[in-house]
């Protein structure tokens, strides 16, 4: 799968701006705050329908003006297709495939695969559970887009089911069937979710373990957990159990929307015992085993973002990194950097045809 153009119109800094990109890698450069990150997340929000740094629509309209468009034509399986993500104030967002708008947003999600590493991935290890289960789930919706309808329905059961905490206690009233109606419905899709990242787990562990061995030479063994309240019970009798504090917290205690990922090294959370240049290393491998993950889902190569690749890593780790993306046959590269000789340096090493674009104060 190949990007060959994108086209932005009032994206975040850029007012009007064309981009034709080389088949294998791109390169933005240039000092902070010129969009570079801004052309990345452009070509994410026409794999995903959103910003993967703001997913407040309205933030990433041009200042002053009143609408944004992301055009990209693509090649996929050797047919050319375009994609249209636009989205005007107060009013909803849409996305189009060959000039024809998608009905839901979700039969989007998955048909341009893409992996993004960035700084901001650092969220993955220091923020709460709610940042690794959209890591996991984004990882397993691209390939299976049951699970991201189980996963909808999962969201949109246990809405209602708050709010009817939130009712019986603001009327100081209790409804048993009716609460038992959301609770059967929140343990129909929540066990098939739960399966789903139970076997994810197990075949994806395996695969970044060997991403970190590769990137880290060895020095350290790392490990990754699921955590799940519905390993020590299901979660119909969860729900059942824990109603008593579901009625004093008006909010739903138990269930798949509590789960975690651990983070390990050495044993040890990598959050406390890590130094920098491990936990971006740890994050490189996670993004690398879930490129790999995806490639064998969809059979594609995902297209691959690496913002600000040098942070926190040196020259050789990062053309150790670059060498590793093309020596196993990956996909499109698209990296942005500050330092554009530095770059260029590193990526003349690979062997591979690339395009610089060296960007400016808008």
């Known amino acids: 799968m190949l990007l060959e153009k994108i086209s932005l119109l009032n994206y975040k800094n850029f007012e009007a701006e064309t981009f034709d990109f080389d088949p294998k890698i791109n390169c933005f450069v240039g000092h902070n705050g010129v969009g570079k990150t801004n052309v990345l997340d452009a070509i994410y929000h026409l794999s995903f329908g959103k910003s993967y740094f703001n997913p407040i629509t309205g933030q990433n309209i041009k200042h002053g003006e009143e609408f944004f468009v992301i055009e990209g034509e693509y090649i996929k399986n050797d047919r050319p297709e375009k994609f249209i993500v636009s989205a005007k104030?107060?009013?909803?967002?849409?996305?189009?495939?060959?000039?024809?708008?998608?009905?839901?947003f979700s039969e989007h999600i998955g048909f341009l695969p893409l992996v993004i590493i960035s700084p901001s991935d650092r969220d993955l290890i220091t923020e709460g559970s709610d940042t690794r289960r959209k890591f996991m789930d984004g990882v397993i919706s691209q390939g299976d887009s049951g699970y991201l309808q189980n996963l909808i329905s999962y969201n949109k059961v246990l809405a209602q089911r708050n709010s009817l905490l939130k009712y019986f206690a603001a009327n100081n009233t209790f409804n048993k069937d009716n609460l038992d109606i959301y609770n059967a419905q929140l343990d129909g899709f929540g066990s098939k979710i739960f399966e789903k990242r139970t076997q994810f787990i197990e075949d994806f562990t395996p695969i970044f373990m060997e991403r970190y061995d590769s990137i880290s030479s060895g020095s350290e063994t790392?490990?990754?957990?699921?955590?799940?309240?519905?390993?020590?019970?299901k979660l119909l009798t969860l729900l059942e159990e824990g109603i008593t504090k579901d009625k004093i917290t008006q909010y739903t205690n138990y269930g798949i929307h509590k789960d975690d990922?651990?983070?390990?090294?050495?044993?040890?959370?990598?959050?406390?015992?890590g130094s920098q240049g491990q936990q971006k290393s740890y994050l490189i491998a996670l993004k690398l085993a879930q490129f790999d993950f995806i490639k064998k889902l969809n059979k594609v190569n995902p297209?691959?973002?690496?913002?600000?690749?040098?942070?926190?890593?040196?020259?050789?780790?990062?053309?150790?990194?670059?060498?590793?993306?093309?020596?196993?046959?990956?996909?499109?590269?698209?990296?942005?950097?500050?330092?554009?000789?530095?770059?260029?340096?590193?990526?003349?090493?690979v062997g591979q045809t690339y395009k610089m674009f060296r960007l400016s104060s808008q």
């Open 303 to 349: 297209i691959l973002l690496l913002d600000d690749i040098f942070d926190k890593l040196d020259e050789v780790r990062v053309e150790q990194i670059i060498n590793l993306v093309y020596n196993e046959n990956f996909g499109q590269l698209f990296i942005s950097d500050t330092h554009a000789d530095r770059t260029e340096e590193v990526i003349k090493k």
């Open 261 to 273: 990922l651990s983070f390990q090294i050495d044993g040890h959370p990598i959050k406390k015992f």
């Open 222 to 233: 790392v490990s990754l957990e699921y955590s799940s309240q519905l390993k020590a019970e």
């Open 89 to 104: 104030r107060g009013q909803k967002k849409i996305i189009k495939r060959n000039a024809k708008a998608y009905e839901k």
